[in-house]
């Protein structure tokens, strides 16, 4: 997320798409950390511009969630629950993780991140905690995360006001490069 807020400051547009092959110091509420191993999850922030009062939203973050949820129940049959206000939750345990971030300068919304990490391909006995699910373990498949990622992209356009005015091309999407991307998804 941080490298996303960074480009955010220097003025990327709406739609910029971050996305890490593994995180070693991500974070979630109240400074929960979040760790994932190298090309076992799907770990991405998105940069949207949206109007301020769909930041002002209080369901925002179930609204993301739902959409999420309906990307992975499409790719893979999973149905997730949501754990308000930011986990996606498989037979009670956590499957994915949602972080909004916004910059609000006087009454203008500067930008809103979405980081959302899903455990795609951990296998069950490299899962952090008996509390956590992954996509592997949940349907015994390995599920390609590119695919994944692009079923989110779609789902998350859905959302009225989230993406004003702003195409979704395949170039659009930049990765992270090098082994250790620091920061949430």
């Known amino acids: 997320m941080d490298l996303a807020a960074e480009r955010a400051d220097a003025g990327e547009p709406a739609g910029l798409v ?7 110091q991500g974070r979630g509420r109240h400074g929960r950390r979040w760790d994932a191993p190298h090309g076992t999850s799907l770990l991405f922030t998105v940069l949207s511009r949206p109007p301020l009062a769909l ?3 209080e ?3 179930v609204r993301v969630a739902e959409r999420v949820a309906d990307a992975i129940a499409r790719l893979t049959g999973l ?5 308000e206000p930011n986990d996606l939750l498989v037979n009670g345990r956590k499957l994915a993780g949602i972080l909004l971030q916004s910059r609000i300068e006087g009454q203008r ?3 809103l991140l979405i980081g959302i990490g899903i455990n795609v391909n951990v296998p069950p006995e490299q899962l952090p905690l008996p509390s956590a699910t992954s996509i592997l373990a949940e349907t015994g ?5 590119r695919a994944l990622l692009l079923a989110v992209l779609e789902e998350l356009a859905r959302l009225p006001g989230l993406f004003p005015q702003t195409a979704r091309a395949e170039g659009e999407t930049r990765h992270v490069a090098g082994g250790g991307a620091a920061g949430s998804p």
Request: negative net charge.
């Open 59 to 61: 369901l925002l973050s």
């Open 141 to 145: 498949h390995l599920v390609d995360r």
């Open 55 to 57: 930041v002002q939203d």
């Open 109 to 111: 919304l500067d930008y």
């Open 79 to 83: 149905r997730a629950a949501i754990k």
């Open 18 to 24: 971050v996305v890490a092959e593994e995180q070693t």
